[in-house]
């Protein structure tokens, strides 16, 4: 628990803008009830956003550790500029479509 800059109380940290999105237990718990055992994704972030990349990368590393196919992650302009993160039914090719945007 940071108080102020002047180390008062806590370690001085200051926290500019927002923080990273993490695959916590509930973020899991709600992916994976989404989701079918069989199922393969394609994972997209915003093109240039380190956070939505880092998450991405997050959730890829997680649905791999499930016995998921994943390819991506893959980065991607949209327009509007996508804000937060969706899952889309299966493409023509057979995979899931997951789009992380902005925060």
Known sequence: ????????????????????????????????GS??????????AALGDGEAIIFAESIKQFLISKGYEVDGVNQEITSPPAIGQFIYPASEDGYRIIRIGHQ
């Open 1 to 32: 628990m940071d108080i102020n800059q002047n180390n008062i109380f806590g370690n001085n940290n200051i926290s500019f803008g927002k923080t990273q999105r993490e695959v916590d237990e509930a973020f899991k718990s709600h992916l994976l």
């Open 35 to 44: 989701i079918s055992k069989n199922e393969k994704f394609k994972i997209f």
